[in-house]
């Protein structure tokens, strides 16, 4: 069974300084992944994901991930936070074509990110 | 990508009653799923919401309590039936088109949820 792992439970850093999120998943198989936020109130937005090629991927918002198949992980960053970063974080996994759970999606804990000015 | 909408956006339930909650897709998409995010919680999948056929649930869920209606590819229901107040969580559904030329392959895009209370 498929399974993601965000360490972090919330993370707080100062406006301006560097950020990781650290997300590792159990997959058999060559996983999709997957980064969201949630702000307050509101529903997903995805940030970024990967599906194969380039380990390093861009996403909107200055976000970008890179994928370690070695280590499992799909860790999330940028390089200066933004105020408007404060958000709860998810990481994803899901399935690729074939196969009953093809399109689900499992997801992390969540880590909420706090933005100190 | 695809626009996805929920009615609605919150309501206030009383204990033993159904809400039915809509999702409705500004495109046509092959998939769609819905979701529950408990408070404090990640998301767990509900169900599979097929179009034309029964929705496949997950291990925990069942049709009796959520009944799933997709009489199309733009539009779904989910139905939270005979309310406690540990049903008290949002709703989300998502919508993908997995495998289509041209378009985001295995992508979600979720709506903005549905914020069910229940006393």
């Known amino acids: 069974a498929q399974s993601v792992t965000q360490p972090d439970i919330h993370i707080t850093v100062s406006e301006g300084a560097s950020l990781e999120l650290r997300c590792n998943y159990s997959?058999?198989?060559?996983?999709?992944l997957f980064w969201y936020v949630q702000s307050p109130g509101q529903g997903l937005q995805l940030l970024l994901k990967?599906?194969?090629?380039?380990?390093l991927v861009q996403g909107i918002k200055g976000f970008e991930a890179e994928f370690k198949r070695s280590q499992s992980s799909f860790n999330l960053r940028k390089p200066s936070v933004h105020w408007s970063d404060a958000a709860e974080y998810f990481c994803?996994?899901?399935?690729?074509?074939?196969?009953?759970?093809?399109?689900?999606?499992?997801f992390g804990q969540g880590t909420i990110l706090t933005v100190h000015p | 990508s695809a626009v996805i909408s929920q009615k609605p956006s919150r309501d206030i339930c009383q204990r033993g009653t159904s809400l039915t909650i809509q999702c409705q897709v500004d495109?046509?998409?092959?998939?769609m799923f819905w979701y529950r995010q408990q408070p404090g919680q990640s998301l767990t999948l509900i169900a599979t919401?097929?179009?034309?056929?029964?929705?496949?649930?997950e291990s925990g869920f069942v049709i009796d309590k959520f009944p799933i209606s997709r009489p199309n590819l733009t539009f779904s229901t989910l139905t939270v039936s005979n309310m406690s107040p540990e049903d008290s969580s949002i709703y989300l559904c998502?919508?993908?088109?997995?495998?289509?030329?041209?378009?985001?392959?295995?992508?979600?895009?979720f709506g903005p949820g549905t914020r069910l209370t229940v006393l």
């Open positions: 994803a996994v899901g399935r690729i074509a074939g196969g009953t759970s093809y399109g689900k999606l499992t």
């Open positions: 997959y058999g198989a060559t996983p999709y």
């Open positions: 990967y599906f194969s090629g380039d380990t």
């Open positions: 495109s046509q998409v092959t998939m």
């Open positions: 919401a097929n179009q034309g056929s029964e929705a496949t649930y």
């Open positions: 998502s919508g993908a088109n997995p495998g289509l030329p041209g378009l985001s392959t295995d992508t979600q895009y």
